[in-house]
């Protein structure tokens, strides 16, 4: 989701003053490149001058169009916004409530809801800290008037099986004019003029649930550290939460009939990630992982409409039009210099930025070239049970990671398993290497005992091998019947 960078618009920002050395004073600021009368209140790139009017006028225009080019989200369709409370979720927040209030003939038409994850028990937050970051969520999200929903990252631990599961439509989805057409000829047949936010069908009140419980269980809470805990390396704690996260908005799209589920990515995380996966083994998915459309769940389909934004141009719009944030304080670890390949790959990019403007967007214009055609699966026994994308084993011999799951003994189910666990007598961790991609394996490998790992993982990778071990035997049964009749 738009996981908070620190100063994510930070980069490239040590470049403008060696721009700016014409000598004291500033006797003639720069004219705005776009109405030349204002006189430019930031640089975005060079020769990019813009006055605050034209910036903001830039940067709303920048997220309509690239809505409006892909046609992903259909008009009346309800959409699911993930907020982190970081500068690019917050930005993309306020983008949707400008469009959705603008009196104009081409403003957004789909039914927004909000989601916030809170992560502060695997952030080291303390109860209190929790409740003072949720309350001021709350607060920000409740001023929006549009239904949210507040999670905490524990809900994952008992999130159902099937959310490992890609969800399907009963009856193929419209043409993108079809539901222009059919959403006008409703609204007309209604009589509602206004087409704004109000649009029926949305079972969602406008606000959350006051009577829920703040924080939740203790027990819960300490589930969810000893898996993280467990967990061997910073690096894999990162995909863990990422995992968790995404499951979580996932089953509260689903349950809530959400369609789309918009994230904040900007320009600069795209590229971050996309260069991190690579190292993680990822390259296949690159185009899944890191593009603008992400339709791996089937059912719902995640988009990403700040993608083209830089850090820089997101804080800036903070900055300049008042949009607050809430940032959450980093996965906590031992080394500080080396706490996981994201953050080494984060400030090796933000570095080079500093120096050379234009990496960033270099690195994402290439992103921008992949297909993600490798990243489809015909059936389940293709697609990796963790992100479901199809499995990019050609040889499983050739992988040095291999062995060292294979010798590990059978873990016994019963220690402290959950009661929803699978009823198996003994679980391996090999039984489990087949079921996943090799970024995935690579992963799995760091994670700790499988009696720590979230039950509806195991639950799910134990129904697929039965499945597989029922498949298989279907097969041999009619061979050994034909036999007697051959001879």
């Known amino acids: ?69 892909n046609r992903v989200i259909f008009p009346g369709e309800k959409v699911l916004l993930a907020l982190s409370g970081g500068p690019t979720s917050s930005a993309m927040l306020r983008q949707v409530q400008e469009g959705l209030s603008r009196e104009t003939a081409k403003r957004l038409r789909f039914v927004p809801g909000l989601i916030y994850v809170d992560e502060g028990a695997v952030r080291g937050q303390s109860p209190a800290q929790r409740e003072q970051s949720l309350a001021c969520m709350e607060t920000l999200l409740q001023a929006t008037g549009f239904p949210y929903h507040l999670a905490h990252l524990e809900q994952a631990l008992e999130l159902p099986a099937s959310i490992l599961r890609p969800g399907g439509s009963g009856e193929p989805n419209p043409s993108y004019k079809e539901a222009v057409e059919g959403f006008i000829q409703q609204q007309r047949q209604e009589g509602d003029g206004e087409g704004g936010t109000s649009l029926p069908g949305t079972g969602d009140t406008p606000v959350g649930s006051p009577d829920a419980p703040r924080l939740p269980p203790a027990a819960l809470t300490q589930k969810l ?6 967990t061997e390396t910073s690096t894999a704690r990162e995909e863990l939460l990422q995992m968790l ?33 690579l ?48 940032v959450a304080p980093p996965l906590p670890t031992k080394r500080q ?19 050379f403007p234009s990496t960033i967007s270099t690195v994402y214009r290439t992103g921008e070239k992949l297909s993600p055609a490798p990243a489809k699966a015909s059936d389940e026994s293709q697609r990796c049970l963790l992100c479901l994308c199809a499995l990019d084993i050609a040889g499983e011999e050739e992988l040095a990671l291999e062995p060292t799951l294979i010798v590990e003994e059978p873990e016994p189910v019963g220690n402290g398993c959950c009661q929803d666990a699978p009823a198996a007598g003994a ?15 690579l992963t799995f490998k760091e994670l700790g005992p499988l ?14 091998i039965r499945s597989a071990e029922m498949k298989q035997q279907s097969q041999e049964v009619p061979l050994e019947d034909e036999e007697p009749g051959k001879s």
């Open 1 to 69: 989701m738009a996981a908070a960078m620190g100063d994510d618009g930070g980069c490239g920002a040590d470049t403008e003053p060696a721009r700016r050395r014409r000598g004291p004073g500033h006797s003639h600021p720069r004219p705005c490149v776009k109405c030349g009368q204002g006189s430019a209140a930031l640089v975005i790139r060079l020769g990019d001058a813009f006055c605050r009017g034209c910036f903001r006028e830039y940067f709303v225009h920048k997220f309509r169009a690239t809505l409006g080019k």
């Open 225 to 230: 550290l000893r898996l993280f805990e467990a």
């Open 245 to 277: 996260r995404t499951h979580l908005i996932l089953q509260t799209a689903r349950s809530r009939g959400y369609a789309k589920v918009m994230t904040g990515e900007s320009c600069t995380r795209v590229a971050v990630k996309l260069l991190t996966n």
């Open 279 to 326: 190292a993680l083994g990822r390259g296949a998915f690159l185009a899944v992982d890191t593009g603008f459309v992400d339709d791996r769940h089937g059912d719902v389909t995640v988009v990403r409409p700040m993608r083209e934004y830089m850090a820089k141009e997101v804080a800036f719009y903070n900055h300049f039009f008042d949009v607050p944030t809430l």
């Open 337 to 355: 210099e080396k706490p996981s390949i994201h953050r080494l790959i984060e400030r090796f990019l933000l570095g080079l930025q500093e120096d």
């Open 427 to 441: 679980e391996s961790r090999a039984a489990f290497i087949p079921l996943l991609c090799y970024g995935c394996r």
């Open 451 to 464: 009696a720590t790992l979230p039950p509806y993982v195991r639950a799910e990778a134990q129904r697929r």
